[in-house]
């Protein structure tokens, strides 16, 4: 999903991710492992208000979810910027069948990209 961002976030996004985790490296020495990073920077990075009313339990488990997430991001960082290979082949496939003037949604069409897929 971090592909589909516009070329500028992305790039900002990587940037703040590759420090992160650099700082992470050094948890011996500063104490700021990939949970504690999480923590503190999930607010920031996902800022959500909350509804009024809403109860405390509702805004804790948001907190939990979103810190989860850059926790994920933090540990998966180095895959985040590749395209996987299936979706590229789909992708060719569907660019090859529009540039041969056919419809890629025919159920053959679907059986043999599937079956690519799995080869």
Do not use: Y
Request: charged share 25%.
């Amino acid at each position: 999903l971090a592909m589909l961002l516009p070329p500028v976030n992305r790039a900002c996004l990587k940037l703040l991710l590759d420090f992160l985790r650099k700082v992470a490296n050094n948890h011996a020495v500063n104490k700021m492992d990939l949970s504690n990073l999480a923590v503190v920077f999930a607010p920031t990075l996902f800022f959500m208000r909350g509804q009024k009313g809403q109860k405390m339990l509702k805004e804790v488990e948001m907190q939990v979810s979103t810190a989860r997430t850059i926790k994920a991001m933090l540990a998966n960082n180095d895959k985040m910027w590749e395209v996987p290979t299936d979706i590229i082949s789909q992708v060719r496939f569907l660019n090859e069948s529009r540039m041969n003037g056919r419809k890629a949604s025919r159920p053959k069409d679907v059986k043999r990209l599937l079956g690519a897929r799995s080869s």
